[in-house]
């Protein structure tokens, strides 16, 4: 079982930036890819970028070159961090953004979400 809690959205000015955090934990060592999906009112969620244990990331064409994603790879502790900066925001509905995690155990996979972040952009 893993637990995501998301936090850092909020209000923000067109052109500024925002720094989204995630913390998973639970039974984090078995975490795969980690990744944030958004979602605007009416629309389905989509991919916004996600990060490979090793440390691969990749993004959605819209946010490339303004997002970056990472994450703390470090296991000795009880909880892991993916964290997502957010640079020249545009002005759009607001969005919840949902951090996700893949877990693999013995061959199985599973999605796990958090409860999601609102980001509101003002024009």
């Known amino acids: 079982q893993v637990r995501l809690v998301e936090s850092g959205g909020g209000l923000v000015e067109s052109g500024g930036s925002l720094n989204l955090s995630c913390a998973a934990s639970?039974?984090?060592?078995?975490?795969?890819?980690m990744g944030w999906y958004r979602q605007t009112p009416g629309k389905e969620r989509d991919l916004v970028a996600f990060?490979?244990?090793?440390?691969?990331?990749?993004?959605?064409?819209a946010v490339k070159g303004r997002f970056t994603i990472s994450r703390d790879s470090a296991r000795d502790s009880a909880r892991m961090t993916v964290a997502m900066q957010m640079a020249s925001l545009q002005p759009e509905a607001p969005a919840v953004y949902y951090c996700?995690?893949?877990?693999?155990?013995?061959?199985?996979?599973?999605?796990?979400w958090g409860q999601g972040t609102q980001v509101t952009v003002s024009s």
């Open positions: 639970g039974t984090i060592s078995l975490i795969r890819t």
């Open positions: 990060i490979t244990p090793g440390g691969s990331a990749k993004y959605a064409d």
């Open positions: 996700t995690a893949y877990v693999t155990n013995n061959g199985d996979g599973h999605g796990w």
